[in-house]
């Protein structure tokens, strides 16, 4: 990781604790999903929307870094259990494995870098609400059009999110996500298990922990990238979040390490 980029990260983050004393009303959590690669099991309610973004970068050990910006993503409640999802990205080098809810092609082999841009569209749906140990529940489908670079099919990508509230508000979230991908030699599949832990630290400050894992199904050389990732999100104003989490890969095949720092805005 550059080391400009851990100043910014660092300056930013002492900001926000700064802010984050100075106002002591009532906040709640807004349930972004770009806090971590496992996404929230809560939808926006009706008539409110939330815009999240991220600036993703990807350390990626045998072919050049990837930048992925800005992963905006609107959702838009629609009812109590259901809201609409749009999105645009681009990526600069697609190759390797994104680390977020955003979708992009495996890139070239060939050490060039290869530029992308898509749009997302889509649906999330509560399936269950917690009672006991029946947990929160939901499930997302999105699909992922490439406006510009090397491919031109639409990617489907269903989600299923599981998460149970435990004591002292922390949260436990769990996750499958399904890609069927188009590569280089034609489509292929992707599942991405992942489970998180929250753990609330104050009103307004959240950490995490997680791991997610993403394995191929259907390329001559299958691939497997696991991660590790810490992160944690301050909600500076009242419907204004920021966060940090970073990750490092514990396989061959994933990237050496990532970061990604973004926002979350309801209105």
Known sequence: MRVWQLIVYFVVFWKVIFFASIDAQEFSDLGTDRDAFTPSTFTIMPGQSLIEGSYVFIDNRTTPPTNSYPELLCRCGA???FEWRF???YVENAGGYLVTNAEGSEGRGDGTVAYESNVLFGFKAITTEQSGWIPQSCVIVEGFTPTSGDLFGTAPVPTVA???KLANEWRLDT???YVYAEGSEGWFNKWSPSIVLRLPVTERWEVHGEFFSTTTDGLPHEKTSSFLSPGTHFILAKNLELGIRVG???TNDAAHF??????GYRF
């Open 248 to 250: 490092w890969g514990i």
């Open 79 to 81: 009812t109590d259990r």
């Open 258 to 263: 990532f970061s990604d720092a973004g926002f």
């Open 175 to 177: 996750a499958i996500r």
């Open 87 to 89: 999105g645009v990205s």
């Open 162 to 164: 599981i998460g149970w």
